[in-house]
């Protein structure tokens, strides 16, 4: 039998609830990502770390604001550097972990009203490798 399953669009339609946007350990940036927002924003690349982000580990992530999303999200205008948006952002929820975890897409599932649950991991590993795929490229022009 043929899969209903072929399409991003078959798996997650984004609600625009921001969700995404809190707190889950926080958003990894890239210094690619970093050079871009501050360039984004005006903001010096040095000053820019100093000042947006957190140390996690070895790597940066954004800081959360005062109510517990990222420091750039509005409620209002949702995410304020959506066009400079950090790969992580980009990727989500076709993130690279699920192609070898596929169980967490449930666990996301639950926290993101837009991703449809319990879906055949042969499709889901298919659809997120290539999304994966398609980001990966479309970062490296």
């Given amino acids: ?6 399409t991003p669009a078959d ?6 609830c921001g969700d995404c946007c809190n707190g889950f350990g926080g958003t990894y940036v ?8 501050a360039s984004f ?3 010096d690349p ?27 999200f ?25 192609i070898k975890n596929p ?4 666990i996301m599932a639950s926290a993101c009203p837009g991703i449809k649950k319990d879906i055949p991991y042969k499709d889901l590993k298919q659809i997120v490798a290539l999304e994966s795929q398609k980001l990966d490229n479309l970062e490296n022009l």
């Fill in 41 to 43: 924003i005006n903001a």
């Fill in 30 to 37: 890239t210094d690619r990502d970093i050079l871009k927002i």
């Fill in 11 to 16: 798996i997650f339609k984004c609600q625009l």
């Fill in 74 to 98: 509005d409620t209002e205008k949702q995410c304020t550097i959506h066009p400079v948006k950090p790969y992580m952002c980009k990727a989500w929820p076709y993130i690279k972990t699920i």
């Fill in 103 to 106: 169980e967490n897409w449930n």
């Fill in 46 to 72: 040095t000053t820019f770390v100093a000042k947006y982000c957190d140390q996690s580990g070895s790597r940066h992530v954004l800081t959360l604001g005062t109510n517990g999303s990222c420091i750039f």
């Fill in 1 to 6: 039998m043929d899969s209903k399953y072929k």
